[in-house]
């Protein structure tokens, strides 16, 4: 996702995937670009195939927090008041979204607002699923500023308020939910035979994410700008998905052929910075590698390509060091 979107969105920088930051994903666009030699050749002469495909890139979450967050229309919303909130009400509030969905038989969304305190003030609350005994526990947690750093602890609850579900549920995403800042995440309740299935953040990684939209930017690309162009743009497009899809959410892959999230494969989590700066590193060494190899008189030596050997290192270092969510209780073992 893009800078403007985290700004707007910061309450994902405590989640474990919402999507890798813009750069790298625009960075990761270039650096495919530059595998096609006459990409290379145009772009020595002014043409712009390598931006576009790191705009390409960058795409699939631009629809999302630009378009797709603004059309969603929840049909409850928990909005915590006053300060401290009750965790009890909040509880209370998520039950009955899951009971609604359950008999009414349709998918019910429910919006987790955040309680703002002032200017630079926010209390922070957890909702947290119990897959194995189906209950929903809430946590009020400490005041926090805007980005995120504790303020104070007062009003925090010493644990969990917890509140058995009489329904199954699953849950694919991790089962923590940390609210604290700007607008908060939303939640969709969908009936699925015998249980309830909960979606976390259901307008994003849906139709946006389709490796079926990336063909189709493709040949539309290659029909006005070239067939480069249209390699480049639909590629970049796809690599973003894949990327994604190394992450916990997952993608809708085949749009519109499916309606539901392929889950993803949870080998990193990809706000974390170690996995960011691995593409960033990786993308850079490519591009002046590219650039090197199909210009006229190479200059790098031939063990240049080494450089990348640190980035499995730097995915080890994602796997061992979580984020870190300050404010929390040190003896939780979540």
Known sequence: MGAEALLEFPACIFLPDIAMKGFAHFISGVALATFFPEVVRDAAHGAIGPALAGIAAMLPDTLDFRFARWLEQPDRAVDPDPDPPDPGEIARMVKEAVEQAWEERRPVRLMLHTLRLGPDAWRRYRVRFDLGRPAVEVTIGPMVSTGGHLITPEGSSAS???????I????????????????????????????VRILFLPWHRAWSHSLVLAVLLGITAGLVGGAGIGWVMGLGYALHILEDQLGWMGSNLLWPFTRRRMPGLRWMRSVDPWPNFAVVW?????????????????????????????????????????????????????
Request: charge should be negative; charged fraction near 20%; proline fraction near 15%.
């Open 160 to 166: 969990p308020l917890r509140l058995p579900l009489h």
């Open 168 to 195: 199954p549920i699953r849950y694919d995403y991790d089962p923590e939910i940390v609210v604290d800042v700007f607008s908060g995440p939303s939640l969709a309740f969908v009936p699925e035979g015998n249980a």
């Open 282 to 334: 990786l993308s850079l060494i490519l591009i002046l590698w590219n650039l090197d190899r199909f210009s006229a008189s190479p200059l790098l030596p031939a063990w240049f390509p080494l450089l990348a050997l640190p980035v499995p290192l730097f995915l080890w270092l994602a796997s061992r060091h979580p984020i870190w969510r300050e404010g929390w209780d040190e003896e939780d073992p979540d």
